[in-house]
T-cell receptor
Framework: DGGITQSPKYLFRKEGQNVTLSCEQNLNHDAMYWYRQDPGQGLRLIYYSQIVNDFQKGDIAEGYSVSREKKESFPLTVTSAQKNPTAFYLC??????????FGPGTRLLVL | AQTVTQSQPEMSVQEAETVTLSCTYDTSESNYYLFWYKQPPSRQMILVIRQEAYKQQNATENRFSVNFQKAAKSFSLKISDSQLGDTAMYFCAFIHNNAGNMLTFGGGTRLMVKP
């Protein structure tokens, strides 16, 4: 099946710990994105990548890092510098027609 | 900066009735795309409908249609014959070609379809 997968579905972070959220797509899309959603709110862009080995900061990049070593993969690391990481994280990808398609999301909780 | 505003935080509709969700946006660009996404309780974001700004004809997808008023910068979503499965958060979103494909989202409208 073609689509976007995110893992894990739920993730728990301890104080001072870095955690990594996985995002994989087999849609052959060039661009990939990470969004954060807080309860009752819309989505805010964290990072995006339009091509392998290149990525740009979005509106709320502080405390996060990404890599794009393969076209299919765009992992997001939530670092200890992110003081309020509890949120729902959505990954998306898009091709040349600009429509973004989303994965099922990862819920991050702080212990 | 581009902004997207959804003025209705919550709405409800009876099953089989029609409901319209409002969205306005602000941009100085002339070439852009508008979207409606649905987020059911599972929280997966699902594309409902898309509109290209250069097209005058309003987009339709089965029971979903839009009223795109470019001069007024308005992009409302009409859901006909509402079904219980339409219960969800609905987000209006905007993208323009010079923004690196970055979507700007509105704050969302929570729609409840009542039996």
């Amino acid at each position: 099946d073609g689509g976007i997968t995110q893992s894990p579905k739920y993730l728990f972070r301890k104080e001072g710990q870095n955690v990594t959220l996985s995002c994989e797509q087999n849609l052959n899309h060039d661009a990939m994105y990470w969004y954060r959603q807080d309860p009752g709110q819309g989505l805010r862009l964290i990072y995006y990548s339009q091509i392998v080995n290149d990525f740009q900061k979005g509106d709320i990049a502080e405390g996060y890092s990404v890599s794009r070593e393969k076209k299919e993969s765009f992992p997001l690391t939530v670092t200890s510098a992110q003081k309020n990481p509890t949120a729902f994280y959505l990954c998306a990808s898009s091709g040349f027609q600009e429509t973004q398609y989303f994965g099922p999301g990862t819920r991050l909780l702080v212990l | 900066a581009q902004t997207v505003t959804q003025s209705q935080p919550e709405m409800s509709v009876q099953e089989a009735e029609t409901v319209t969700l409002s969205c306005t946006y602000d941009t100085s660009e002339s070439n852009y795309y508008l979207f409606w996404y649905k987020q059911p309780p599972s929280r997966q974001m699902i594309l409902v409908i898309r509109q290209e700004a250069y097209k005058q004809q309003n987009a339709t997808e089965n029971r979903f249609s839009v009223n795109f008023q470019k001069a007024a910068k308005s992009f409302s979503l009409k859901i006909s014959d509402s079904q219980l499965g339409d219960t969800a958060m609905y987000f209006c979103a905007f993208i323009h070609n010079n923004a690196g494909n970055m979507l700007t989202f509105g704050g969302g409208t929570r729609l409840m379809v009542k039996p």
